[in-house]
């Protein structure tokens, strides 16, 4: 049985940061690549960031480049997302995502899903 389950999540101001971390249960994690996915209200949702198998490779939206930062520890089956200069349009329920290839900013190209946690930016 896979689980991804996000946590971290919250109200957070524009100068502040946060950081999101999802544990996965995938078997073995290091063969998935990992993804990032958001849902504002009333859009649809969208590609945030995603990692490869190690770690080694990343890939952004241009709306988040240079703010948040993706990453991963395969140790503890862990995949985080590190928010800076967090803006109110940054607002939405935020996603982790396992796919098997790299890089994928699809939804349909991802196999697992978290069922999200809400990251509030107040200005």
């Known amino acids: 049985q896979v689980q991804l389950v996000e946590s971290g999540g919250g109200l957070v101001q524009v100068g502040g940061s946060l950081r999101l971390s999802c544990t996965a249960s995938?078997?073995?994690?290091?063969?998935?690549?990992m993804g990032w996915f958001r849902q504002a209200p009333g859009k649809e949702r969208e590609f945030v960031a995603a990692?490869?198998?190690?770690?080694?490779?990343?890939y952004y939206t241009d709306r988040v480049k240079r703010r948040f930062t993706i990453s991963r520890d395969n140790a503890k089956n862990m995949v985080y997302l590190q928010m800076t200069s967090p803006k109110p349009e940054d607002t939405a329920v935020y996603y982790c995502?396992?796919?098997?290839?790299?890089?994928?900013?699809?939804?349909?190209?991802?196999?697992?899903w978290g069922q999200g946690t809400q990251v509030t930016v107040s200005s």
């Open positions: 995502a396992a796919s098997r290839d790299f890089p994928l900013a699809g939804i349909k190209e991802y196999e697992y």
């Open positions: 995938l078997r073995p994690f290091r063969s998935y690549a």
């Open positions: 990692i490869s198998w190690t770690g080694s490779g990343t």
